[in-house]
Structures are given as C-alpha cells and as structure tokens.
C-alpha cells in the first residue's frame, strides 16, 4: 500500500487533462432545494452528475457498483457490513454520484478530529473519464473541510498505477510511509 495525502486547502477546479469540473448547488432535476437538502449537482463534460448523501435503497446498487471496481478486495471487505458501519458514524460523509437513476460513483469519508479520510473511491467503468471521480472527490473535501479537516489522507496499492496518477492529478501526493493495519474483527 502507498499512503496518498493532500492539504485540503488546495481545491481543483481547474483544466486537468481536457476536462473541467465545475460543482455548484443545484436541486436535481424536477425538484425543489432545500436549504439542508445535502445534494450537489457537478456539471462535466458529458453530464449531469448529482451527488448527494447515500439512503438505504441504495444499497444494492452500492454494492453491486463495488463488486465491479473492487473484485479482488479481501474477503473480509464484505460491502453490506462496510455500509451498515458507515452508517452508524457520519454517515453525511457517504455519498453516491447519480446519473439519471443509476448509481456510477461513491466515496465514503470520515474525519476523526486530526485527519480526515478517503474510502470505497469507485466510479463505473463505463462512466470513468468524465469527470464524476473528480466531482465526488470535490463533494467530499468540501464536505470534511465544512467540518474543520485540513488534511485527507487515502490509501491506494502501489500496483494500481492508474488510480495514484488519478489522485496525483488531484493534487495528491505519495508520502514516504509505512501503512500499517491491525484487524480487529
């Protein structure tokens, strides 16, 4: 594993690669905002993305979207398990991108009051390089920054290439660290 971090003071909404992100609050299509609603629409370059808080009859298609980008996760990442922990602690910091009625994209958050945390970063195959791991990214460092975190850190194994120059792109950067995990259940 390679631990990745970024100063969240640095946002992105710049021009990386041929692609502009811009996020705004917007209500989702055919609906009034409200001023709590905790929705988020990220206008790309090839859509409408809304991300906004995951609700329990998103779970299968949670699921299902992990199964897909996470196939060889250990068998102890059961995602039903993941969720149903997540959503006993900020759950706020669990958001799904919505296109259309189809879940493409999660990230899951937290922040312990030193750092905060990045997990379960997955978009769709068919929907990457659009720009919606940029927007849900966006969602959720503006989301830890709103509640005081200056740091995130994420971890990514050192063989997948593709996802660290993904996060690099973000502004991220590898730290020389030792990731080191102690399984508790």
Request: with cysteine.
């Amino acid at each position: 594993m390679i631990l990745v971090e970024r100063l969240v003071e640095h946002r992105f909404f710049d021009v990386t690669e041929d692609l502009t992100v811009l996020v705004f609050f917007a209500p989702p299509e055919g609906s009034q905002r409200t001023e709590n609603s905790g929705n988020t629409c990220a206008e790309t370059a090839t859509g409408r993305l809304l991300i906004r808080p995951y609700a329990e009859p998103d779970e299968s298609q949670v699921i299902q979207l992990w199964r897909e980008v996470f196939p060889d996760n250990p068998s102890w990442n059961v995602p039903k398990a993941d969720i149903n922990r997540k959503l006993t602690v900020q759950r706020e910091l669990f958001l799904v991108g919505v296109l259309g009625s189809e879940i493409v994209a999660t990230v899951m958050a937290g922040f312990d009051g030193h750092r905060g945390w990045v997990h379960l970063v997955a978009v769709a195959p068919k929907h990457r390089r659009q720009g919606f791991g940029q927007a849900i990214m966006a969602e959720a460092e503006k989301r830890l920054r709103d509640i005081g975190c200056t740091k995130i850190n994420l971890q990514v194994r050192a063989t997948n290439e593709g996802v660290i120059s993904f996060y690099q792109k973000l502004g991220y950067a590898v730290e020389e660290r030792v990731s080191m995990g102690k399984r508790l259940a």
